[in-house]
């Protein structure tokens, strides 16, 4: 079982940056993927970004790619998602999302289904 709470969400301006955080308990944050998603009112939940469980490969939306970095440190628990160059269509509730991977299997996951555990979310508001 793993908890995750994520946190960092607020209202920026349009071009502004923002971080969020997301921390697991437990003592296997490495066999978790972990990814992003967000949803805005009215939308479907879509995916953000996923870093794999050692942190060597990162996966991005198009609408987020060269914007947005997701990183990660198992040592602490913790994924983070930086986002640059905020816009108003980035608005929506943020989630993060672990994933169980076995024998070190941790393929491309871009759907919510393909998730085990999820964050509360976090708001965040870009105004123009």
């Known amino acids: 079982q793993v908890q995750l709470v994520d946190s960092g969400g607020g209202l920026v301006q349009a071009g502004e940056s923002l971080g969020l955080s997301c921390v697991a308990s437990g003592r296997t944050f490495s066999s978790y993927s972990m990814g992003w998603f967000r949803q805005a009112p009215g939308k479907e939940r879509e995916f953000v970004a996923q870093i794999n469980w050692s942190g060597g490969r990162t996966y991005y939306a198009d609408s987020v790619k060269g914007r947005f970095t997701i990183s990660r440190d198992n040592a602490k628990n913790t994924v983070w998602l930086q986002m640059n160059s905020l816009k108003p269509e980035d608005t929506a509730v943020y989630y993060c999302?672990?994933?169980?991977?076995?024998?070190?299997?941790?393929?491309?996951?871009?759907?919510?289904?393909?998730?085990?555990?999820w964050g509360q979310g976090t708001q965040v508001t870009v105004s123009s």
């Open positions: 999302a672990a994933a169980r991977i076995y024998n070190h299997y941790d393929p491309f996951r871009p759907k919510p289904r393909e998730y085990d555990y």
